[in-house]
């Protein structure tokens, strides 16, 4: 029981997905929150500490979604074995707080009534009762309360309603719960939730209400012709919107550094500090922190089609689809979060019961391209397709992905006829929330998180990795006059970069790049945000506040390339090779690593990490080597 108010109690949010835990848990904690891992496993632990009215000290921890204490994903296992006590590194919480859909409460209650049954002191939020009234639901929370033998908080948490309510509900002594009184088995507590739901969450029979507003967008967003034509729709916006919203705030980014590089050139001497800074640090974090606003532009659209409902409606769609794979409309979340990022994607792969899909799902995550290759991709689709519309990028960047994802698929089928089957037999249920109004302060937090993170990765690892390329360019410097000391493209090609690529040059010819190109090649692998800064780098772009101009340069010295018998290196069947590269190469070290501590298994992280390289070098060969038999070279 809580009476002891000096002292710190657990208190641990558990529901079903779509259920409105993350609002929750977002409008209790506020900005006092941090991520980790549980104890011997890589699922998140969210936590976060808030205080009730009476200045009692809370710590609040959000446990994975769950649909019930009989676990089948590893999210669920999670879940249950922190209520349960045998998660290592937790303790029992003090306080379990139900939050349910008021407009699926039905389908809800059994998670609660398992929660109930463990006898720890229990308060149920009742979220989204705006939705379950306007839907013809008649609620009676104090009825509500009494057959459950707990508290019950109705809420609006979208909108803030509720929860000082509920700070209060936590705020009262709650004791331990006496025995339940329905049986414990299946079909005890269905018969129980039957009798709850007639009793306090009664649904009109008014014809007003046999269709609500969700029921009537489904029959648009669900059906076999227009659901698709909707989702092409849907995704041909978001391409468009990367290129036509994004330019503006892109042109502003450049001017930024082009301003910073030519004031650092304006007050400092000429020599190899000044060089780092303006042609290694700007120019490498310009080249990469440019592509921002079109990255936040992609979080904006998963955020939305969270928030809103829909992503659950395009999973129920790819579920037909991906059956036909091996796989279920379950690993449609994980693969177009793959989409924005593949660590998150991969991770996201715990809600998957079956070991086997779960499996190849991770394996691939990487071919679904993530917001890293939309740097390289915008910079190859201007150079295959100057002075283009918006919507020819658009179709092309659609055309881009879809590549990934049909090879996905299609390595998908191949290792499900490889791979030994589940013992259990999963089947896909999915919970279809009811559409809301998007949440603009989740969306504002999703991005703005996404963003900073971006931001870190470019003030860290990809400064690093541009000083490193800044530095590898500019040693060893020629000696006074000499012939390269006069001529910077040969003074770059005597340079420990130069050497580097010379020396993977024959590698990289097949596939139609030189040196330069295939030193570029090379440092993606650690980031493939480094891939533009490197052709900057290497070309000896300079920063400029002009974003057309800049790209026109590059466009410039890439068409004037030649080989040294005279034949042009960058033709349209180069391009079009690099594109396939990126496309499946699986150019990100950090993925590697959490697919090495999602599988436990180090040999199939290795395997993934070079059978893909592999598989990218040959289809980039055989696009460049079958177009020039076919004369398009």
């Known amino acids: 029981?809580?009476?002891?108010?000096?002292?710190?109690?657990?208190?641990?949010?558990?529901?079903?997905?779509?259920?409105?835990?993350?609002?929750?848990?977002?409008?209790?904690?506020?900005?006092?929150?941090?991520?980790?891992?549980?104890?011997?496993?890589?699922?998140?632990?969210?936590?976060?500490?808030?205080?009730?009215?009476?200045?009692?000290?809370?710590?609040?921890?959000?446990?994975?979604?769950?649909?019930s204490l009989t676990p089948v994903s590893v999210d669920e296992k999670i879940a249950a074995s922190v209520l349960m006590g045998s998660q290592a590194g937790e303790k029992v919480p003090d306080v379990v707080v139900c939050v349910v859909d008021a407009s699926s409460l039905e389908r809800q209650l059994r998670l609660v009534l398992e929660v109930i049954e463990l006898g720890l002191p229990t308060v149920l939020a009742l979220n989204m009762?705006?939705?379950?009234?306007?839907?013809?639901v008649r609620l009676d929370t104090a009825l509500l309360s009494e057959e459950l033998g707990i508290p019950v908080v109705p809420m609006q948490a979208n909108k803030g309603k509720g929860i000082i309510e509920l700070k209060q509900a936590l705020r009262m002594p709650l004791p331990a719960l006496s025995k339940h009184h329905w049986d414990a088995t299946y079909e005890g507590r269905m018969s129980k939730i039957g009798v709850i739901i007639e009793a306090a969450a009664r649904r009109s029979d008014s014809d007003e209400y046999s269709h609500t507003t969700s029921?009537?967008?489904?029959?648009?967003?669900?059906?076999?012709?227009?659901?698709?034509?909707?989702?092409?729709?849907?995704?041909?916006?978001?391409?468009?919107?990367?290129?036509?919203?994004s330019e503006a705030p892109m042109g502003m980014v450049e001017e930024a550094f082009g301003g910073?590089?030519?004031?650092?050139?304006?007050?400092?001497?000429?020599?190899?500090?000044?060089?780092?800074?303006?042609?290694?640090?700007?120019?490498?974090?310009?080249?990469?922190?440019?592509?921002?606003?079109?990255?936040?532009?992609?979080?904006?659209?998963?955020?939305?089609?969270?928030?809103?409902?829909?992503?659950?409606?395009a999973a129920y769609l790819m579920d037909g689809v991906m059956t036909k794979v091996g796989l279920s409309g379950r690993a449609f979340l994980p693969l177009l979060s793959s989409h924005a990022c593949a660590i998150p994607g991969i991770m996201a792969t715990r809600t998957i019961p079956s070991a086997k899909e779960r499996f190849i799902t991770i394996l691939i995550a990487p071919w679904m391209s993530c917001s890293a290759r939309i740097p390289v991709y915008t910079t190859l689709i201007l150079l295959l397709l100057p002075g283009v519309s918006f919507l020819n990028k658009a179709l092309m960047m659609l055309g881009i992905y879809s590549v990934g994802i049909i090879t996905g698929f299609i390595?998908?089928?191949?290792?499900?006829?490889?791979?030994?089957?589940d013992k259990e037999v999963s089947h896909f249920m999915l919970e279809l929330p009811s559409y809301r109004a998007p949440q603009i302060g989740y969306l504002l937090r999703q991005i703005a998180s996404r963003a900073w993170s971006f931001l870190k990765r470019a003030g860290t690892v990809i400064l690093g990795l541009t000083i490193l390329l800044w530095a590898l360019q500019t040693y060893p410097k020629p000696d006074e006059g000499t012939a390269a000391a006069e001529d910077s493209a040969l003074a770059l090609e005597q340079s420990f970069m130069g050497m580097a690529g010379k020396t993977v040059e024959?590698?990289?010819?097949?596939?139609?790049?030189?040196?330069?190109?295939?030193?570029?090649?090379?440092?993606?692998?650690a980031a493939r945000e480094v891939f533009v800064s490197n052709l900057m780098i290497t070309y000896s772009i300079e920063e400029d506040d002009d974003e057309d101009k800049m790209n026109q340069s590059l466009r410039d010295k890439l068409v004037a390339s030649t080989w040294p018998d005279g034949r042009k290196i960058y033709t349209p069947l180069t391009i079009l090779s690099l594109l396939v590269f990126f496309i499946y190469a699986l150019q990100c070290l950090p993925t590697t690593v959490v697919v090495m501590r999602e599988l436990n298994s180090k040999k199939?992280?290795?395997?993934?990490?070079?059978?893909?390289?592999?598989?990218?070098?040959?289809?980039?060969?055989?696009?460049f080597q079958i177009g020039k038999l076919l004369g398009f070279e």
Request: proline share 4%.
């Open 506 to 525: 024959p590698v990289m010819k097949p596939l139609g790049y030189d040196w330069r190109m295939g030193t570029a090649v090379i440092a993606s692998f």
């Open 1 to 67: 029981m809580i009476t002891d108010s000096s002292e710190s109690n657990t208190v641990a949010l558990v529901g079903n997905p779509n259920a409105g835990k993350t609002t929750i848990f977002n409008a209790l904690t506020g900005q006092s929150q941090k991520v980790g891992n549980y104890s011997g496993v890589t699922v998140s632990e969210k936590s976060g500490k808030f205080h009730t009215p009476d200045g009692r000290k809370m710590n609040l921890i959000d446990l994975p979604g769950c649909l």
């Open 604 to 623: 199939w992280a290795i395997y993934q990490l070079v059978g893909m390289s592999a598989f990218a070098y040959v289809a980039a060969l055989s696009v």
């Open 129 to 136: 009762v705006d939705m379950a009234e306007s839907g013809g």
């Open 411 to 421: 390595a998908a089928k191949v290792l499900r006829t490889r791979i030994p089957a």
């Open 215 to 245: 029921d009537k967008l489904d029959s648009w967003f669900l059906h076999p012709f227009t659901g698709w034509l909707s989702f092409i729709v849907i995704m041909l916006s978001v391409f468009w919107s990367i290129f036509a919203l």
């Open 260 to 313: 910073l590089g030519n004031w650092v050139n304006s007050v400092m001497p000429e020599g190899d500090l000044r060089s780092l800074i303006v042609d290694g640090v700007i120019a490498g974090l310009g080249g990469t922190v440019i592509f921002l606003p079109q990255i936040m532009i992609l979080f904006f659209f998963i955020g939305l089609m969270e928030t809103t409902g829909y992503m659950s409606r």
